[in-house]
Nanobody, 115 residues
Framework: QVQLVESGGGAVQPGGSLRLSCTVSGLVFAPSAMGWYRQAPGKQRELVAT???????NYANSAKGRFTISRDEANNTLFLQMDSLKLEDAAVYHC?????????WGRGIQVAVSS
């Protein structure tokens, strides 16, 4: 069974940085896609960044130039480096993978940004 566990969240001030990690277990082969999504209170879940099997990345406009998605294939770990954080980045961040055509989600981790 595929399981995803996020870590690295917390509280920072505007302009600060955080690095999220997502450890994935239960994979048979490399997932076709991995990504980060976020959901703020009262809002729908939205894409932050994705990385495909061969390394192609895609970012939401709000994340471009500030966030970097990467992965450690050997350890089945996904990362999201978040720099220059803004108040509007505060949300629960979820890890997501697509494996054999099925979607898997982590439970999410809180990122708080406040002055």
């Amino acid at each position: 069974q595929v399981q995803l566990v996020e870590s690295g969240g917390g509280a920072v001030q505007p302009g600060g940085s955080l690095r999220l990690s997502c450890t994935v277990s239960g994979l048979v082969f490399a997932p076709s896609a991995m990504g980060w999504y976020r959901q703020a209170p009262g809002k729908q879940r939205e894409l932050v960044a994705t990385i495909a099997r061969y390394g192609n990345t895609n970012y939401a406009n709000s994340a471009k130039g500030r966030f970097t998605i990467s992965r450690d294939e050997a350890n089945n770990t996904l990362f999201l480096q978040m720099d220059s954080l803004k108040l509007e980045d505060a949300a629960v961040y979820h890890c997501h993978v697509v494996h054999f055509g099925s979607d898997y989600w982590g439970r999410g981790i809180q990122v708080a940004v406040s002055s």
